[in-house]
Antibody
């Protein structure tokens, strides 16, 4: 069955860095764009970034552009999110999620989600 | 960026009722609109995609309609397990924005 497992969350001081990872199984990872979506405590869902199946195309939310970098290793079925210059407002549960339809085009419908990893930015 | 609005913000209902949730887009997104349900402490679950297609395993009491800028999610005969927050999301262009959500609570 499809599984997405996030890791790497924790408590970090403002201005520091953190790297999240998403490990996928149960589907052909290299065929699907993968997204990160976050949710601040008590708030709604915020889309963060998507990377195309081949890793060539990446799209970021304005709120993280220039600070976050997404990468993937299709040989290891993993997607990483390098988060630099972290701010208090980056505090959230970070979910990775699989696009419903595979292929090279990037689309937004998310059919499987991980359980999330918690990032807390605090001094 | 496409901005999504949802109404109402909160609904308080009894089981067995029919409920309609609304989602509006600031730009035409054709039929590229999805609905998700989220319960406390859980990841969101895909209910509807492409405005009106039910995702795998979703009960038939959930239905979606609409196109371009105005969309609806209807739940026929509300069940106790349907409480939670419902989010719409446009899947047309990045950034793939979400609406602020509608919270469904039981009386």
């Amino acid at each position: 069955q499809v599984q997405l497992v996030e890791s790497g969350g924790g408590v970090v001081q403002p201005g520091r860095s953190l790297r999240l990872s998403c490990a996928a199984s149960g589907f052909t990872f290299s065929n699907y764009p993968i997204h990160w979506v976050r949710q601040a405590p008590g708030k709604g869902l915020e889309w963060v970034v998507v990377m195309s199946s081949d890793g060539y195309n990446k799209y970021y939310a304005d709120s993280v552009k220039g600070r976050f970098t997404v990468s993937r290793d299709n040989s290891k079925n993993t997607l990483d999110l390098q988060m630099n210059s972290l701010r208090h407002e980056d505090t959230a549960v970070y979910y990775c999620a699989k696009t419903w339809d595979g292929g090279l085009s990037v689309t937004g419908t998310l059919d499987y989600w991980g359980q999330g990893t918690v990032v807390t930015v605090s001094s | 960026e496409v901005v999504l609005t949802q109404s109402p913000a909160t609904l308080s209902l009894s089981p067995g009722k029919r409920v309609t949730l609304s989602c509006g887009a600031s730009q035409n997104v054709d039929s590229f609109l999805a609905w998700y349900q989220q319960k406390p402490g859980q990841a969101p679950r895909l209910l509807i995609y492409d405005a009106s297609k039910r995702a795998a395993g979703i009960p038939a009491r959930f239905s979606g309609s609409g196109s371009e800028r105005d969309f609806l999610l209807t739940i026929d005969t509300l069940e106790p397990e349907d409480f939670g927050i419902y989010y719409c999301q446009q899947s047309r262009w990045p950034p793939f924005t979400f609406g602020p959500g509608t919270k469904v609570v039981f009386k």
